[in-house]
């Protein structure tokens, strides 16, 4: 009997993908491709923004602290405005107006610290007791953009705790961002 060579039956599907299918996955995977780079591109874009965002966020965080540690510190308010606060508190300096630190067992003195917060920035005066003028003020934080920072309970003439709101401008946004703390004095009963 002679032997015919054997012809692949037309009922079996062979391995493999169609050009139709190639071109179809081609597609799709160029267009999945698109959209990651977007996604990509837009969060490079916006990086800056959120990167300043933050920076000022932690930025006005450190100096609310720094404002409260003070207050809680305090005697007596001696001018309240929306702007600014003047206040007696203890340091830990050699002398008032002076930035050299003092021994770790000598005691604290009591010095009148004044806070101006005024766009753009908030600075800092250090001056000796009940003196209202003079010393130099250092620049403790810029960036801001509302002189509303200082509000003060029960009044701004018996004022014992001071509340302080930081507008900063948003990047992203006409609404500005707000970091807010506040303190009571707790030296008040000290006071003359």
Known sequence: MPIQPRMPS????????T?????????MGVVLLAIAGTMVTSAM???????????NISTARWV??????????????????????????YV???ACGDMTPLASESPSIRCEVTYTCTPPSCTRTETAPDVLSGGTPVTIFSGIDDDDVF????SEEAATYVGITLHIPNPD????LTVSDGASMRNAVLAK
């Open 64 to 89: 609310l602290e720094r404002l409260t540690r003070e207050i809680r510190n305090g005697i007596e308010v001696d001018t309240a405005t929306q702007s600014s606060v003047a206040f007696q508190t």
């Open 19 to 27: 050009l139709v299918e190639l071109l179809v996955a081609s597609a």
């Open 45 to 55: 874009r916006s990086q800056p923004d959120l990167s300043e965002r933050s920076q």
């Open 10 to 17: 037309r009922g079996g599907r062979e391995a493999g993908f």
């Open 92 to 94: 830990r300096h050699t």
């Open 151 to 154: 509000t003060y309970s029960p």
């Open 173 to 176: 946004g006409p609404s500005a």
